[in-house]
Structures are given as C-alpha cells and as structure tokens.
Nanobody, 126 residues
Framework: QVQLVESGGGLVQAGGSLSLSCAVS????????MGWFRQAPGKEREFVAT????????YYADSVKGRFTISRDNAKNTVYLQMNSMKPEDAAIYYC???????????????????WGHGTQVTVSS
C-alpha cells in the first residue's frame, strides 16, 4: 500500500518561508516523477511543481516560479517543497502526488498522478 504523508504546513506571514515534506512509504520513489498541487477554498486543485525521477528536470506553475523550489531525496523516499516570498494567494491545502512514470512534461495535470497524500494546510497572513 502506497502512502504519501505531507508535513510542514502552518501559518506564515506574507514574505516569509515555509518548507513542506512528503514522506512516501509502500514503494520506492526513485523511478517515478513526483509533484505538488494545491487547493484553496472554493477553487479547483491546481498544479504547483513537479520533478522527474532523478531531479534532472523540474517544472513550475507560473504563479510560483522563482519563489518555490521542488526537490527530492530518493534515499530518504521524500520530496520537498521550499516556499519563499510567500503571498496570501499561496494559502491552500498542499498535496503531494506520485506518478507511475519517471518523466515530467510541460502540461502537468492531476490526472497524470496515481498516488496522493491527504494534504497539509498552509495559511499566509497579510
């Protein structure tokens, strides 16, 4: 049984930073692309960032490019999302997701990801 567990969410002031982690159990992530999505109240789930199996390629939503960084440690079976210069519009539940495929593309969507965590709440105060 594959489980993804996000952690690191919380309350941060606008302009501040937060680091999320996603620990995966039940299978190794080393051969699979991983991603982060988010969903704000009343809005659809949206793509945030994705990383291929060996960290050689990453792709970001325009709204977070230059502020967020996705990374992974295959030895620890963990994926990270470093969020800097945060804005009130970054507030959402953040979800970690895993593909059953090593590669990423420039049109990511939630349907490409087979496994999901339950999410971690991020709140940004203005």
């Amino acid at each position: 049984q594959v489980q993804l567990v996000e952690s690191g969410g919380g309350l941060v002031q606008a302009g501040g930073s937060l680091s999320l982690s996603c620990a995966v159990s039940g299978r190794t992530i080393s051969g699979y692309a991983m991603g982060w999505f988010r969903q704000a109240p009343g809005k659809e789930r949206e793509f945030v960032a994705t990383i291929n199996w060996n960290s050689a390629s990453t792709y970001y939503a325009d709204s977070v490019k230059g502020r967020f960084t996705i990374s992974r440690d295959n030895a620890k079976n963990t994926v990270y999302l470093q969020m800097n210069s945060m804005k009130p519009e970054d507030a959402a539940i953040y979800y970690c997701a895993a593909r059953s495929w090593p590669y990423i593309n420039d049109s990511p969507n939630s349907g490409q990801y087979a496994y999901w965590g339950h999410g971690t709440q991020v709140t940004v105060s203005s």
